[in-house]
């Protein structure tokens, strides 16, 4: 029997030959002048490839965009220029630089195209985090967090510098690693940061389109570029500052930094055809020019969408008076329906608005640029918005479809509207936009009322009337909600609503002229008191949400029941009417064929033969210039008086 420890010997050396030979390679590799020149020459010429790219680039901007100055871009494309075109030099001269004493010397010529790449690709982080809060906040603090930021390090680096040319001391070397470790893991953190946040607002924008699906993917790739980019650089960093055998930038290590820069280089060039372009850019311009025939496409579209109709979201517009805590309001529906499981989505119609203090999934912000609306047609405030809001409804088909493809997933729909209410409830837009959601959804509106301020019967019947033409208006059920209720209980309001006599004794304690109109006016409004579902709610406290979502079950059923049906009703009527008037042209024109008998129709005279109506309107022309003539004699004697007058008057 053969002995087993003979027969194994064979197998392991045949395991340990392969490491064997590819460990003695890697150090022949390392130790090999003509690999090192080899490697080192290459990536030499690799990065002076990259920064001929960008120089490329650079020029191609400056050319073909003059008028831009320099932006962001530019700035982005001549750093990556410099950084390449040093770092090239660097390779190109590796054994000077690497042999190089005093060592700080080697240090400063290896760390200054570091610095550049950090100044560099954190702009790129100041793009995504500009994009992320352009419309909300000002972005000059960011940029001069991005200057400070730079200045810090550049001023550490320096100082660190100085003092290893004094001292020449390795702890230097160690604290300069573990700094710039833990700068890299913070810049890291930033992009995913921001970059999370662009693609979520990304994903909330309403085009449903390429361009769309184009910038999302492109937030998607450069954060992911560039946290990959310097969380390597922080793991290499951090690493080699506790063991010195992992350093990459030594000569006997080649290898290593052929792989290492190969990577970072294909990461740079992949980033480099990302522009930095802002995603949620619209030509303002261009969509004006467009606006009333997309008004009336939408319009033909929401009615034709009907037949499309699902039960499920429920539409709650919400409107209200400036400061009766609207936004407030429908923050705490947002935070009800998270806290209940109920599925909600949220749209903003308010372009002015600084922030909100809820997530918006669609934003109009986002789409149209308000202050820039105000800037480009010379517009105030209240202008600015109601532009803004026309130049949304012509995309709102798109909203619509958005919302419908969310359909089984959603339970509501909180609609927040600008605080000047008029320009929503009285505007065409507005119109648009009510009639769009209604011809698709069930949908209700919501009027939040100031309750401690509505105490003063004057100012209840002026909200009570305001209730009554938004009801007579959008044709949709109303739900009152009166806000504030944790300051002042609205047990009066439904008083004065319910009993018509205690609100004509609130009334009698004023006797101003305006109290006998108030007088008049709670008698025609008792009816619309029955048809009006009203509740009240504190957007502090949360009191009275339940019952404002039973209001609103019960109001999105009446819409199917009632509303549903008159809608329905009104768009067969208007159907029938265009069946009748084509059938009423369609008539004309078989009668015209009719009693033309084969011969040529001139539809607009009814006249049988094409010379006789060549005939015609020649003779028309003649009557045409005749009567011209006369006129400029009438003219020319008007003027001769006016001249008379005028010269007795100076006279």
């Known amino acids: 029997m053969r002995d087993s420890s003979v027969m194994m010997i064979p197998v392991e050396m045949a395991q340990t030959f392969p490491a064997a030979a590819m460990k003695n390679w890697w150090e022949e590799v390392n130790e090999s002048a003509q690999w090192q020149d080899g490697i080192f020459f290459s990536l030499c010429g690799a990065y002076a490839l990259v920064s001929a790219i960008a120089l490329v680039k ?67 982080l100041l793009f995504l985090a500009e994009t992320d809060q352009e419309r909300d906040l000002p972005t000059d603090k960011l940029r001069e967090i991005y200057i400070r930021g730079n200045v810090i390090v550049y001023f550490l680096q320096v100082n660190t510098w100085s003092y290893s040319w004094k001292k020449d001391a390795s702890s230097v070397e160690l604290v300069e690693k573990i700094f710039m470790a833990v700068v890299s893991f913070i810049v890291a953190l930033g992009f995913l940061h921001y970059g999370r946040r662009l693609y979520s607002r990304l994903r909330g924008f309403p085009t449903e389109s390429a361009e769309r699906m184009k910038k999302r993917l492109e937030a998607v790739s450069v954060t992911a570029i560039c946290f990959t980019s310097f969380l390597i650089k922080g793991i290499v960093v951090g690493v080699t500052a506790f063991d010195s055998d992992l350093r990459l930038d030594v000569l006997d290590r080649p290898v290593q930094n052929l792989i290492y820069y190969m990577l970072k280089i294909l990461q740079e060039l992949s980033l480099m055809d990302h522009p930095m372009e802002s995603s949620t850019e619209e ?126 997933q959603l339970d509501y729909v909180f609609v927040d509207t600008p605080g000047q209410i008029e320009i929503f409830t009285w505007s065409a837009s507005g119109a648009i936009i009510t009639e769009s959601f209604a011809s698709t959804f069930p949908t209700v509106v919501t009027y939040v009322v100031d309750t401690p301020r509505s105490t003063s019967p004057i100012t209840f019947m002026s909200n009570m009337l305001y209730a009554c033409s938004i009801l007579y208006k959008t044709r949709l059920p109303l739900v009152l909600a009166f806000n504030k209720t944790d300051v002042a209980d609205h047990k009066f309001a439904l008083e ?35 048809n009006i579902r009203s509740v009240g709610v504190s957007a502090i406290s949360g009191a009275g949400m339940d019952d404002f979502f039973k209001a609103i079950e019960a109001s999105a059923t009446e819409y199917m029941e009632t509303y549903k049906a008159d809608l329905d009703k009104r768009k067969a009527e208007k159907e029938q009417l265009e069946e009748e008037r084509r059938e009423k042209e369609m008539e004309k024109l078989r009668k015209d064929m009719e009693s033309s008998q084969g011969g040529t129709v001139v539809l607009n005279t009814g006249l049988k033969d094409k010379n006789a109506a060549e005939k015609m309107m020649v003779e028309d022309d003649d009557d045409d210039e005749d009567f011209k003539i006369e006129e400029d004699s009438d003219d020319a004697i008007d003027e001769d008086e006016e001249d008379e007058e005028m010269n007795r008057f100076y006279l």
């Open 283 to 408: 030509n303002i311009v261009e969509e004006s020019h467009k606006l009333v025939d997309s008004l009336d496409k939408l319009s033909v579209s929401a009615a034709s969408s009907s037949s499309n109709f699902k039960k499920k979201p429920i539409i709650i517009i919400v409107v209200g008076m400036a400061g009766s805590g609207k936004t407030s309001f429908l923050h705490r529906l947002v935070c009800e329906t998270f806290e209940s499981k109920k599925r909600g989505y949220v749209l903003n119609l308010d372009p002015a608005v600084m922030s909100l203090p809820f997530g918006a999934n669609i934003d109009i912000r986002d789409t149209v640029k308000y202050k820039e609306v105000m800037r480009q047609y010379n517009l105030g405030p209240n202008g600015g918005i109601m532009t803004s809001l026309n130049l949304f409804a012509t995309k709102f088909d798109e909203v619509v479809n958005v919302i419908e493809k969310r359909a089984d």
């Open 58 to 124: 650079l020029m191609w901007i400056e050319i073909s965009e003059p008028e831009d100055g320099w932006t962001k871009q530019t700035v982005f494309y001549l750093l990556n220029f410099v950084f390449h075109g040093v770092r090239a030099v660097l390779f190109r001269f590796h054994h000077e630089v690497f042999l190089e004493h005093p060592k700080v010397i080697c240090w400063i010529l290896l760390d200054l195209p570091v610095l550049l790449f950090f100044s560099a690709y954190t702009l790129v």
């Open 496 to 530: 004065w609503m319910d009993d018509f006599e205690v609100f004509q004794a609130a009334i009698q304690s004023d006797n101003s002229y305006t109290s006998t109109l108030a007088n008049s006016l709670s008698l025609s409004l008792y009816e619309f008191y029955r």
